[in-house]
């Protein structure tokens, strides 16, 4: 079956500083949406890309998704305490007719003051 | 806010029981899908449901049921409770389906299942 897998499993971050996150799937997606969830909450969505290539940016937050449309990457810029949570990536296979949604195992993002 | 409620928030069961969970979705959704997210772990897809019919399933034993009402609210019922089966229990709903491509997913706060 389809797998969503992302790394780091955890980025410790000095305030100020940049980081990058990425997710791969083991099939072609047909859309990739990021969720942010943070400590004791549940996953708000933050972003949806559907075409290939597509870059989208939200203030310090730039998401990618890939050529081949089988990953994605969150580049986070200038990190502040507000970014600290687990950051997952989700999709659907494009093969798929339920569009189930497989998250990965998620980024969990702690931030040094 | 996402306007997405689930009851109850903690629950604790013994093994063998059975546990119904249950959620209202955001007004004008009218598919819910339900996940079981484990500690440490991203959610796991369980089931979802499209105008009161499920719409697909993820890999859990036939123990794990649901239902969508008219009003597209919705139930989780988990029938022999195993210990392994202590998890959050997120519902999620959304606009359904546009040109194919699944919309964003409105999460609940989670009910916390734990099994004794």
């Known amino acids: 079956g389809q797998q969503v897998m992302q790394i780091p499993q955890y980025q410790h971050v000095q305030e100020g500083e940049d980081f990058t996150t990425y997710c791969n799937s083991s099939t072609t997606l047909s859309n990739i949406q990021w969720y942010k969830q943070r400590p004791g909450g549940h996953p708000v969505f933050l972003i949806q890309?559907?075409?290939?290539?597509e870059v989208k940016k939200q203030k310090r937050l730039t998401f990618q998704f890939g050529e081949a449309k089988k990953n994605s990457s969150l580049h986070i810029t200038a990190t502040q305490t507000t970014d600290v949570g687990t950051y997952f990536c989700?999709?659907?296979?494009?093969?798929?007719?339920?569009?189930?949604?497989?998250f990965g195992a998620g980024t969990t993002v702690t931030v040094r003051a | 806010e996402t306007g997405v409620t689930q009851s109850p928030t903690h629950l604790i069961k013994t093994r063998g029981q059975q546990v119904t969970l249950r959620c209202s979705s955001q007004?004008?959704?009218?598919?819910v899908s339900w996940y079981q997210q484990a500690l440490g772990q991203g959610p796991q897809f369980i089931f979802q449901y499209y105008r009161e019919e499920e719409n697909g399933r993820g890999n859990f034993p036939p123990r794990f049921s649901g239902l969508q009402f008219p009003n597209y609210s919705s139930e989780l019922n988990v029938n022999a409770l195993e210990l392994d089966d202590s998890a959050l229990y997120l519902c999620?709903?959304?606009?359904?389906?546009?040109?194919?491509?699944?919309?964003?997913?409105?999460f609940g706060p989670g009910t916390r299942l734990t099994v004794l």
């Open positions: 999620a709903s959304s606009r359904g389906l546009a040109g194919g491509v699944v919309n964003e997913q409105f």
């Open positions: 007004s004008g959704h009218n598919t």
């Open positions: 890309l559907v075409k290939s290539g």
């Open positions: 989700a999709g659907p296979a494009s093969w798929s007719n339920d569009y189930k949604l497989s």
